[in-house]
């Protein structure tokens, strides 16, 4: 079965850093547009940074810009989030997603991923 594992959540004070690792099976990311979402209690899942298929063209929401570092590794087959100075307003359930639509449209637009993986908590918290 097609699946996208991610990993690397956990408890994190303000102003540290974390990784988040996703990893595919079943098929290889490089057919595919791939980025993160999060979704924080109450609130509408939301598109975090997504990275193309190809020439490695990235997308990153006004909130995360200058913080967030999105990459991949085609021959690892896997994803990476760098999440640098975090804040409290980052917490949320972060999930990878798949998708064959343009960065631009996938990270703004839930309904464009064809693909989504099971979450992973990060708590950014003193």
């Known amino acids: 079965q097609v699946q996208l594992v991610e990993s690397g959540g956990g408890l994190v004070q303000p102003g540290g850093s974390l990784r988040l690792s996703c990893a595919a099976s079943?098929?290889?990311?490089?057919?595919?547009?791939i980025g993160w979402f999060r979704q924080a209690p109450g609130k509408e899942r939301e598109g975090v940074s997504c990275i193309s298929s190809s020439v490695g063209i990235t997308y990153y929401a006004d909130s995360v810009k200058g913080r967030f570092t999105i990459s991949r590794d085609n021959a690892k087959n896997t994803v990476y989030l760098q999440m640098n100075s975090v804040k409290p307003e980052d917490t949320a359930v972060y999930y990878c997603a798949a998708a064959v639509v343009p960065v631009q449209i996938m990270c703004v637009k839930n309904s464009a991923v064809r693909y989504w993986g099971q979450g992973t908590q990060v708590t950014v918290s003193s």
């Open positions: 079943e098929f290889t990311l490089d057919y595919y547009a």
